[in-house]
Antibody
């Protein structure tokens, strides 16, 4: 059974940093790209970042480019999202998501989400 | 970036009725389009990928069609658990983009 367990969310002041983690199980981790998708309060889904199965290729939304970094540790079957220079508008539930394949760029399984609140 | 426009914003229907949701892309995405269901407090769920392929375990009540710029998600005979928000997403080009969603409510 596929499981994605996010952690690391919380309250952080503007300009601060936070690292989200997503522990994966139930599938061959290295064979799948992984993503982060967020949902701001009262808003729709917004893709944030994607990372290939090998970890060699990362893509970012313009809104987070240069501030967020996605990376993975295949020895721990875990994907991370390092978030720096956080802004109020980054407040959202952040979902870890598994690509349907090595790099199909759609999502066949989502975690339950972790809430990030950026506020002073 | 490719903009996806979903309509209507809200669809008010009764159990047993048919729902027809639309997703229009600002440029052709071929058939590289997925549909997701999102219930409040739950993780989103993949319903349809590549415009018309049902994901594993998805009821035959759900069907997708379309190509190029115009896509449709059809839910025949709505069940109580089908009342949710539905999003389309394109994977044709970066950045990946979602539509703003259609809420199907009672």
């Amino acid at each position: 059974e596929v499981q994605l367990l996010e952690s690391g969310g919380g309250l952080v002041p503007p300009g601060g940093s936070l690292r989200l983690s997503c522990a994966a199980s139930g599938f061959k981790f290295r064979s799948y790209a992984m993503m982060w998708v967020r949902q701001a309060p009262g808003k729709g889904l917004e893709w944030v970042a994607a990372l290939s199965g090998s970890g060699a290729t990362a893509k970012y939304a313009d809104s987070v480019q240069g501030r967020f970094t996605i990376f993975r540790d295949s020895s721990k079957d875990t994907v991370y999202l390092q978030m720096n220079s956080l802004r109020v508008e980054d407040t959202a539930v952040y979902y870890c998501a598994k690509d349907r394949g090595y790099s199909y760029n759609d999502i066949d399984f989502w975690g339950q989400g972790t809430l990030v609140t950026v506020s002073s | 970036e490719i903009v996806l426009t979903q309509s209507p914003v809200t669809l008010s229907l009764s159990p047993g009725e048919r729902a027809t949701l639309s997703c229009r892309a600002s440029q052709s995405v071929s058939t590289s389009l997925a549909w997701y269901q999102h219930r409040p407090g739950q993780a989103p769920r993949l319903l349809i990928y590549d415009a018309s392929n049902r994901a594993t375990g998805i009821s035959a009540r759900f069907s997708g069609s379309g190509s190029g710029t115009d896509f449709t998600l059809t839910i025949t005979s709505l069940e109580p658990e089908d009342f949710a928000v539905y999003y389309c997403q394109q994977r044709k080009d970066w950045p990946l983009t979602f539509g703003a969603g259609t809420k199907v409510d009672i």
